[in-house]
């Protein structure tokens, strides 16, 4: 599977890098979107107001800081978000950001 | 008390700044430092590695966001926690960040 990009281990989550990739608006509008869904979403699919480059860019920055997992399906780049994981990580950081109220500010 | 500085409301907080102010470790590190000692804590007492001035600023931003409360007793500026105003707002997301795991990595 050569086309499966890297994806740090929980062991290897960095507070600093979730958090560098959550403030960001778009980021965390990828990441509520998923979590909305409730299934793993192709890139294409995403509702968000940038150009396909940047949102590249995005995904690449939630998968190595641990957000999601990514992987191919035929030609699409599917996006899973590692919530399971992150909860171990950082238990309650996901929640926190995926209630209504944070869900409302965004 | 023309020198208690301006707060906002809980109904003002913006998920967006409090992000902004918890992505900085310095920050991040006088709010952990405030849950570690669950009491109010004058300026000059935290343990962060850097200059008064900037420090001010620290504390500027974390008050403008609604995470700390600032007032004066005699000549010091104390600093309060505001968790319970920011449970309100975005239930989980000071829990999330004063969670073991979280402060290990900061």
């Known amino acids: 599977m050569g086309r499966?990009?890297?994806?740090?281990?929980v062991s290897q989550f960095d507070l600093q890098q979730v958090?560098?990739?959550?403030?960001d608006p778009v980021r965390r509008s990828i990441v509520?979107?998923?979590?909305?869904a409730a299934e793993d979403l192709a890139c294409g699919t995403f509702d968000i107001p940038v150009s396909k480059s940047?949102?590249?860019h995005h995904f690449k920055v939630l998968r190595?800081?641990?957000?999601?997992?990514?992987y191919y399906v035929g030609t699409s780049r599917m996006n899973a978000l590692?919530?399971?994981?992150?909860?171990?990580?950082?238990?309650?950081?996901?929640?926190?950001?995926?209630t209504?109220?944070?869900k409302g500010a965004r």
Chains 1, 2 share one sequence.
């Open 4 to 9: 499966t990009p890297p994806h740090p281990e």
């Open 19 to 23: 958090l560098e990739a959550l403030v």
């Open 32 to 36: 509520t979107q998923l979590d909305d």
């Open 54 to 56: 940047t949102a590249t």
């Open 64 to 70: 190595e800081a641990g957000l999601i997992r990514q």
């Open 82 to 98: 590692r919530r399971a994981d992150m909860d171990k990580a950082f238990p309650g950081l996901l929640d926190a950001l995926t």
């Open 100 to 102: 209504p109220q944070a």
